[in-house]
Protein backbone atom coordinates (compact mmCIF):
# COMPACT_ATOMS: atom_id res chain seq x y z
CA UNK A 1 0.00 0.00 0.00
CA UNK A 2 2.89 2.12 0.92
CA UNK A 3 4.45 1.28 -1.52
CA UNK A 4 1.69 2.23 -4.26
CA UNK A 5 1.35 5.23 -2.60
CA UNK A 6 4.97 6.14 -2.95
CA UNK A 7 4.25 5.76 -6.78
CA UNK A 8 1.73 7.55 -7.39
CA UNK A 9 3.91 10.55 -5.69
CA UNK A 10 6.45 10.10 -7.40
CA UNK A 11 4.66 10.07 -10.95
CA UNK A 12 2.58 13.17 -10.00
CA UNK A 13 5.94 15.23 -9.31
CA UNK A 14 7.02 14.15 -12.32
CA UNK A 15 4.01 15.28 -14.52
CA UNK A 16 4.46 18.57 -12.62
CA UNK A 17 7.91 19.39 -12.86
CA UNK A 18 7.00 17.84 -17.12
CA UNK A 19 4.50 20.45 -17.33
CA UNK A 20 6.35 23.19 -15.78
CA UNK A 21 9.28 22.20 -17.87
CA UNK A 22 8.07 21.25 -21.20
CA UNK A 23 6.55 24.18 -23.28
CA UNK A 24 3.17 24.31 -24.15
CA UNK A 25 3.72 23.71 -28.09
CA UNK A 26 4.65 19.97 -26.73
CA UNK A 27 1.82 19.45 -24.86
CA UNK A 28 -0.74 20.06 -27.81
CA UNK A 29 1.60 18.35 -30.24
CA UNK A 30 1.14 15.37 -28.27
CA UNK A 31 -2.47 16.01 -27.47
CA UNK A 32 -2.12 16.39 -24.11
CA UNK A 33 -3.46 20.33 -24.08
CA UNK A 34 -5.86 22.17 -25.88
CA UNK A 35 -4.23 24.74 -28.17
CA UNK A 36 -4.67 28.56 -27.20
CA UNK A 37 -8.13 30.10 -28.47
CA UNK A 38 -7.58 33.04 -31.09
CA UNK A 39 -7.03 36.42 -29.52
CA UNK A 40 -8.26 39.28 -31.31
CA UNK A 41 -6.38 42.00 -31.58
CA UNK A 42 -8.21 45.12 -29.78
CA UNK A 43 -8.65 48.99 -31.12
CA UNK A 44 -7.32 48.59 -34.51
CA UNK A 45 -9.86 49.36 -36.61
CA UNK A 46 -10.65 53.20 -35.54
CA UNK A 47 -10.30 56.10 -37.66
CA UNK A 48 -6.97 57.26 -38.65
CA UNK A 49 -5.07 60.29 -40.08
CA UNK A 50 -2.88 57.54 -42.54
CA UNK A 51 -0.62 60.23 -44.78
CA UNK A 52 -2.95 62.74 -46.54
CA UNK A 53 -6.20 60.32 -45.84
CA UNK A 54 -8.68 60.60 -43.08
CA UNK A 55 -9.24 56.73 -42.78
CA UNK A 56 -13.14 56.09 -41.81
CA UNK A 57 -13.28 53.44 -39.14
CA UNK A 58 -14.63 49.95 -40.05
CA UNK A 59 -17.73 48.83 -38.23
CA UNK A 60 -16.38 45.47 -36.35
CA UNK A 61 -19.89 44.66 -35.07
CA UNK A 62 -20.85 44.25 -38.76
CA UNK A 63 -17.74 42.40 -40.00
CA UNK A 64 -17.79 38.50 -38.33
CA UNK A 65 -15.07 37.87 -35.93
CA UNK A 66 -13.74 35.20 -37.14
CA UNK A 67 -11.90 37.70 -39.53
CA UNK A 68 -10.99 40.03 -37.83
CA UNK A 69 -7.33 40.67 -37.10
CA UNK A 70 -6.29 37.97 -33.99
CA UNK A 71 -2.86 35.86 -33.26
CA UNK A 72 -3.65 31.83 -33.36
CA UNK A 73 -2.01 29.02 -33.56
CA UNK A 74 -0.64 27.79 -37.14
CA UNK A 75 1.00 24.77 -38.03
CA UNK A 76 3.70 25.16 -40.06
CA UNK A 77 7.34 24.57 -40.93
CA UNK A 78 7.63 28.21 -42.93
CA UNK A 79 9.77 30.65 -41.21
CA UNK A 80 8.30 34.25 -40.00
CA UNK A 81 7.67 36.71 -42.62
CA UNK A 82 6.28 34.03 -44.60
CA UNK A 83 2.73 34.78 -45.78
CA UNK A 84 0.44 32.02 -45.96
CA UNK A 85 -3.19 32.78 -47.65
CA UNK A 86 -5.52 29.85 -47.15
CA UNK A 87 -8.16 31.15 -50.23
CA UNK A 88 -10.87 28.33 -48.63
CA UNK A 89 -11.11 29.87 -45.40
CA UNK A 90 -10.45 33.86 -46.67
CA UNK A 91 -7.87 33.99 -44.25
CA UNK A 92 -4.25 35.38 -44.36
CA UNK A 93 -1.81 34.39 -42.01
CA UNK A 94 1.48 35.89 -41.18
CA UNK A 95 4.19 33.17 -39.66
CA UNK A 96 5.17 35.40 -36.44
CA UNK A 97 7.10 32.23 -34.67
CA UNK A 98 7.11 28.44 -34.72
CA UNK A 99 3.36 27.57 -35.39
CA UNK A 100 2.26 31.15 -34.50
CA UNK A 101 0.76 33.63 -36.75
CA UNK A 102 -1.20 36.71 -36.76
CA UNK A 103 -4.60 35.99 -39.12
CA UNK A 104 -6.32 38.62 -41.10
CA UNK A 105 -10.02 38.20 -42.93
CA UNK A 106 -9.45 38.30 -46.88
CA UNK A 107 -11.77 38.72 -49.89
CA UNK A 108 -10.18 36.28 -52.58
CA UNK A 109 -10.88 35.59 -56.96
CA UNK A 110 -14.83 34.64 -57.45
CA UNK A 111 -15.22 31.56 -59.33
CA UNK A 112 -13.19 31.70 -62.46
CA UNK A 113 -9.97 33.88 -61.15
CA UNK A 114 -8.80 31.19 -58.34
CA UNK A 115 -5.12 30.58 -58.63
CA UNK A 116 -2.54 29.09 -56.17
CA UNK A 117 1.71 28.52 -55.88
CA UNK A 118 4.35 30.82 -54.86
CA UNK A 119 4.82 34.29 -55.28
CA UNK A 120 7.45 36.86 -53.73
CA UNK A 121 6.39 40.67 -52.81
CA UNK A 122 8.41 42.08 -56.02
CA UNK A 123 7.14 45.98 -54.72
CA UNK A 124 4.61 47.44 -51.97
CA UNK A 125 3.28 51.23 -52.37
CA UNK A 126 1.26 53.33 -50.72
CA UNK A 127 -2.22 54.56 -51.43
CA UNK A 128 -1.00 52.91 -54.82
CA UNK A 129 -2.92 54.20 -58.32
CA UNK A 130 -5.25 51.88 -59.84
CA UNK A 131 -4.94 50.96 -63.72
CA UNK A 132 -8.02 48.19 -64.32
CA UNK A 133 -6.68 46.01 -67.07
CA UNK A 134 -7.99 45.79 -70.66
CA UNK A 135 -10.29 42.48 -70.35
CA UNK A 136 -11.84 44.09 -66.97
CA UNK A 137 -12.91 47.01 -69.05
CA UNK A 138 -14.05 45.07 -71.81
CA UNK A 139 -16.47 43.37 -68.84
CA UNK A 140 -17.20 46.67 -67.74
CA UNK A 141 -16.72 49.46 -70.05
CA UNK A 142 -17.37 52.09 -67.36
CA UNK A 143 -13.76 51.65 -66.12
CA UNK A 144 -12.23 52.60 -69.71
CA UNK A 145 -12.71 56.35 -67.51
CA UNK A 146 -9.76 54.85 -65.26
CA UNK A 147 -7.99 53.51 -68.84
CA UNK A 148 -4.73 55.45 -67.60
CA UNK A 149 -5.14 54.99 -64.10
CA UNK A 150 -7.14 55.73 -60.68
CA UNK A 151 -5.25 58.17 -58.66
CA UNK A 152 -4.50 56.55 -55.10
CA UNK A 153 -7.51 57.67 -52.46
CA UNK A 154 -10.17 56.52 -50.46
CA UNK A 155 -12.51 55.54 -52.95
CA UNK A 156 -9.44 53.79 -55.01
CA UNK A 157 -9.90 50.04 -55.36
CA UNK A 158 -6.31 49.03 -53.96
CA UNK A 159 -7.16 51.12 -50.64
CA UNK A 160 -4.51 52.39 -48.77
CA UNK A 161 -1.62 49.73 -49.42
CA UNK A 162 -0.66 47.30 -52.11
CA UNK A 163 1.74 44.47 -52.30
CA UNK A 164 2.97 43.65 -55.63
CA UNK A 165 3.54 39.56 -56.03
CA UNK A 166 5.76 38.28 -58.84
CA UNK A 167 5.71 34.39 -59.36
CA UNK A 168 8.54 32.94 -61.39
CA UNK A 169 9.54 36.67 -62.30
CA UNK A 170 6.27 36.87 -63.96
CA UNK A 171 3.96 39.34 -62.73
CA UNK A 172 0.66 38.03 -63.73
CA UNK A 173 -0.90 40.75 -62.08
CA UNK A 174 -1.74 39.53 -58.87
CA UNK A 175 -1.87 42.00 -55.34
CA UNK A 176 -2.70 41.81 -52.08
CA UNK A 177 -4.13 45.31 -51.07
CA UNK A 178 -6.53 47.12 -49.09
CA UNK A 179 -9.95 47.93 -50.07
CA UNK A 180 -12.76 50.72 -49.12
CA UNK A 181 -14.97 47.37 -49.63
CA UNK A 182 -14.90 46.07 -45.82
CA UNK A 183 -18.08 44.66 -46.21
CA UNK A 184 -16.64 42.65 -49.00
CA UNK A 185 -14.30 40.66 -46.54
CA UNK A 186 -14.51 36.88 -46.21
CA UNK A 187 -16.57 36.83 -49.51
CA UNK A 188 -15.17 35.47 -53.37
CA UNK A 189 -15.06 39.04 -54.88
CA UNK A 190 -12.11 40.00 -56.61
CA UNK A 191 -10.36 39.12 -60.19
CA UNK A 192 -7.90 37.16 -58.15
CA UNK A 193 -6.03 39.77 -56.06
CA UNK A 194 -6.59 39.36 -52.37
CA UNK A 195 -8.05 41.99 -50.46
CA UNK A 196 -7.97 43.09 -46.94
CA UNK A 197 -9.88 46.15 -44.93
CA UNK A 198 -7.76 48.82 -44.77
CA UNK A 199 -6.29 48.99 -41.35
CA UNK A 200 -4.88 45.56 -41.89
CA UNK A 201 -3.28 45.65 -45.40
CA UNK A 202 -1.22 48.83 -43.03
CA UNK A 203 -0.39 46.75 -40.86
CA UNK A 204 0.24 43.62 -43.27
CA UNK A 205 2.78 46.71 -45.01
CA UNK A 206 4.76 47.36 -42.30
CA UNK A 207 5.51 43.81 -41.52
CA UNK A 208 6.26 42.37 -44.66
CA UNK A 209 9.43 43.69 -46.69
CA UNK A 210 10.00 43.17 -50.38
CA UNK A 211 11.48 39.77 -51.17
CA UNK A 212 9.09 38.05 -48.62
CA UNK A 213 7.52 34.99 -49.63
CA UNK A 214 3.81 34.37 -50.21
CA UNK A 215 2.75 31.25 -50.10
CA UNK A 216 -1.61 30.90 -51.81
CA UNK A 217 -2.70 27.22 -51.01
CA UNK A 218 -5.06 25.05 -53.04
CA UNK A 219 -9.17 24.95 -52.72
CA UNK A 220 -8.52 21.99 -50.69
CA UNK A 221 -6.11 23.66 -48.20
CA UNK A 222 -3.00 21.37 -49.49
CA UNK A 223 0.22 22.96 -50.42
CA UNK A 224 0.66 23.97 -53.97
CA UNK A 225 3.62 22.21 -56.36
CA UNK A 226 4.24 24.47 -58.89
CA UNK A 227 1.95 27.41 -59.86
CA UNK A 228 -1.90 26.92 -61.06
CA UNK A 229 -3.27 30.09 -63.12
CA UNK A 230 -7.35 30.04 -63.70
CA UNK A 231 -8.27 29.62 -67.77
CA UNK A 232 -7.60 32.54 -69.77
CA UNK A 233 -11.33 33.98 -70.99
CA UNK A 234 -11.42 33.31 -74.82
CA UNK A 235 -10.56 36.13 -76.80
CA UNK A 236 -12.48 37.75 -79.03
CA UNK A 237 -12.04 37.51 -82.32
CA UNK A 238 -11.88 41.14 -84.35
CA UNK A 239 -14.14 41.19 -87.49
CA UNK A 240 -11.87 41.46 -90.13
CA UNK A 241 -11.21 44.57 -91.53
CA UNK A 242 -12.74 44.47 -95.35
CA UNK A 243 -11.41 46.47 -98.39
CA UNK A 244 -12.52 49.87 -98.31
CA UNK A 245 -15.53 50.33 -100.70
CA UNK A 246 -14.07 51.56 -104.23
CA UNK A 247 -15.39 55.07 -104.29
CA UNK A 248 -17.75 55.73 -107.31
CA UNK A 249 -17.19 56.93 -110.82
CA UNK A 250 -17.84 60.60 -111.06
CA UNK A 251 -20.43 61.40 -113.48
CA UNK A 252 -19.84 62.83 -116.43
CA UNK A 253 -22.17 64.81 -118.42
CA UNK A 254 -21.26 65.11 -121.96
CA UNK A 255 -22.43 68.37 -123.70
CA UNK A 256 -24.35 68.54 -127.06
CA UNK A 257 -22.64 69.60 -129.54
CA UNK A 258 -24.70 72.75 -131.03
CA UNK A 259 -23.37 75.01 -133.33
CA UNK A 260 -22.93 78.07 -131.92
CA UNK A 261 -25.52 80.87 -133.75
CA UNK A 262 -23.85 83.59 -135.66
CA UNK A 263 -23.47 87.01 -133.94
CA UNK A 264 -26.20 89.34 -135.48
CA UNK A 265 -25.06 93.06 -135.34
CA UNK A 266 -27.58 94.40 -137.65
CA UNK A 267 -30.22 93.87 -139.73
CA UNK A 268 -30.69 90.50 -141.49
CA UNK A 269 -31.78 92.54 -144.75
CA UNK A 270 -29.10 91.96 -147.48
CA UNK A 271 -29.22 95.18 -149.37
CA UNK A 272 -29.17 94.40 -153.30
CA UNK A 273 -26.80 96.69 -155.09
CA UNK A 274 -27.99 99.16 -157.46
CA UNK A 275 -27.43 97.96 -160.75
CA UNK A 276 -24.72 99.77 -162.92
CA UNK A 277 -26.15 101.86 -165.44
CA UNK A 278 -23.32 102.66 -168.41
CA UNK A 279 -23.16 106.23 -169.46
CA UNK A 280 -24.39 106.60 -172.73
CA UNK A 281 -21.63 106.80 -175.22
CA UNK A 282 -21.02 110.48 -176.81
CA UNK A 283 -19.70 110.70 -180.19
CA UNK A 284 -17.00 113.48 -180.40
CA UNK A 285 -17.84 116.08 -182.76
CA UNK A 286 -15.65 115.98 -185.65
CA UNK A 287 -12.95 118.68 -184.96
CA UNK A 288 -11.36 120.37 -188.36
CA UNK A 289 -10.28 123.65 -187.65
CA UNK A 290 -6.95 124.31 -185.28
CA UNK A 291 -8.89 126.94 -183.38
CA UNK A 292 -11.72 124.33 -182.51
CA UNK A 293 -9.28 121.79 -181.31
CA UNK A 294 -7.46 122.98 -179.43
CA UNK A 295 -10.70 124.04 -177.54
CA UNK A 296 -11.48 120.68 -178.04
CA UNK A 297 -8.33 119.19 -176.05
CA UNK A 298 -9.08 121.66 -173.39
CA UNK A 299 -12.41 119.71 -172.86
CA UNK A 300 -10.29 116.54 -173.04
CA UNK A 301 -12.55 116.17 -177.01
CA UNK A 302 -9.64 115.82 -179.11
CA UNK A 303 -6.47 113.15 -179.06
CA UNK A 304 -3.34 114.74 -178.02
CA UNK A 305 -1.29 116.55 -181.10
Known amino acids: MRHSLLKLLIASAISLTLTACVPGEALVGA ?7 PKLVEGVYGAAQDTNFALPAVPVEKVPPQF ?26 LITGKNQATRYGIA ?9 GEAVVAERKLWPTWTPPAEMIERNPELATWEIGQPGGLTNP ?30 NASSGCIRMINQDVIDLYGKVPEGAKVIVLNADGTVPVGLKLPPK ?57 PAACATALVNGLCPSP
Open 158 to 187: LGARALYLLSNGVDYGYRIHGTPEWNSIGT
Open 108 to 116: VGRAGFEWS
Open 233 to 289: APVKKKAAASAPAPKPAPIIIQKPNVIPAPIITGPTTVATPAPVVAAPVVAAPAVST
Open 68 to 93: LRQTVRYESDQPAGTVIINPAARFLY
Open 31 to 37: GLAQPPA
